[in-house]
């Protein structure tokens, strides 16, 4: 072989290791993360829904279908109508509200009179920490129309829905405007020479523009029955009225700033309910998947 044949070989070499090391540098931590954090919890998370425990002896015990079994008595129990209802609303709502976000993005995007004005209302809570706004609007409420509105049991979870309402368009409103924003204006153009009004650019480009992060928030969205609760716990932490009570904020409360001998057993019951409730969203999530790519306006 040639000098200068082994000098190429020699550097191919180099830079080959050079790239493995590179590579194993940027791999190895996140293949570690997900192992511990995503493979690991869950796994843990799982058999925790297979256990109970006994307060007494201070101990996990392998307690079967127990768990699972007392967990569905628990959330079907007399009574628990009302939070069910709260729930698949809370649910609901999110999906209307995130059509509605599409159209007011829109609305900003044509730039009607005083989008400034909304974009700063609107964007506002997205770019002040959470816990500040929800400060603002209780002392606001209070002060502005009435000192128990927050608290009473019948306007209660009507003032955390509009809070939830108010917060909820800066975050889609700031995807969508910055989508409909990169729409060619050329296309545009071209269907107002064609006669195209509005209501068409809105049918024909801003539709399949956002049509992506729209199906993707409708599919995923469905664990929101379950998980959903208009900043519930930011409100008044395990101290809620029964009246705000939606499945997400009692599964929650039930771990969550909870310091008494029964936390060990609420942790049996919530990974329970997280399996449970998992299991019953996965096949309508992926039949939902599919019915949004089957009728993709872009393809």
């Known amino acids: 072989m040639s000098f200068p044949t082994r000098v190429k070989k020699l550097k191919t070499n180099r830079n080959n290791l050079s790239a493995l090391i590179f590579y194993l540098i940027i791999v190895v931590p996140c293949v570690v993360q997900v192992a511990i954090f995503y493979f ?5 998370g799982y058999l925790l829904a297979f256990q109970g425990y ?8 392998w307690n079967g279908f127990n768990t699972i079994i007392e967990l569905c008595k628990e959330i079907f129990a007399a009574g628990t109508g009302g939070m069910w209802l709260r729930s698949v609303f809370g649910w609901a709502l999110s999906i209307v509200m995130m059509f509605f976000s599409f159209f007011l993005s829109f609305c900003l995007y044509k730039k009607i009179p005083l989008s400034g004005f909304f974009k700063i ?14 400060l603002f609007y209780k002392n606001f409420m209070e002060l502005a129309v009435d000192p128990t509105i927050i608290s009473s049991p019948d306007t209660s979870f009507w003032m955390l829905t509009l809070y939830g309402v108010w917060i ?8 969508y405007c910055g989508v409909m924003a990169r729409i060619d204006t050329e296309l545009v153009d071209a269907m107002r020479v064609d006669g195209g009004t509005e209501i068409d650019e809105f049918r024909h480009l801003a539709w399949p523009a956002v049509y992506g992060f729209i199906s993707i928030g409708l ?9 959903g609760m208009p900043n519930t716990y930011m409100f008044f932490g395990n101290e809620a009225p029964k009246e705000t009570w939606t499945i997400g904020y009692y599964m929650y409360s039930k771990v969550v700033g909870n310091y008494s001998d029964s936390l060990f057993a609420n942790y049996t019951v919530t990974a329970a309910s997280n399996m449970l409730f998992g299991l019953i969203v996965i096949l309508p999530t992926f039949l939902l998947k599919k019915f949004f790519e089957q009728n993709d306006p872009n393809y």
Not at 54 to 61: L, S
Not at 121 to 134: E, K, R, W, Y
Not at 219 to 227: K, Q
């Open 121 to 134: 209302m609107l964007f506002m809570p997205s770019v002040i920490p959470g816990i500040a706004m929800v």
């Open 219 to 227: 599919y995923t969205g469905l664990s929101g029955i379950f998980g």
């Open 54 to 61: 006994d307060i007494a002896k201070g101990e996990f015990y």
């Open 40 to 44: 690991g919890v869950n796994i843990n």
């Open 168 to 175: 909820g368009f800066g975050g889609n409103m700031l995807m």
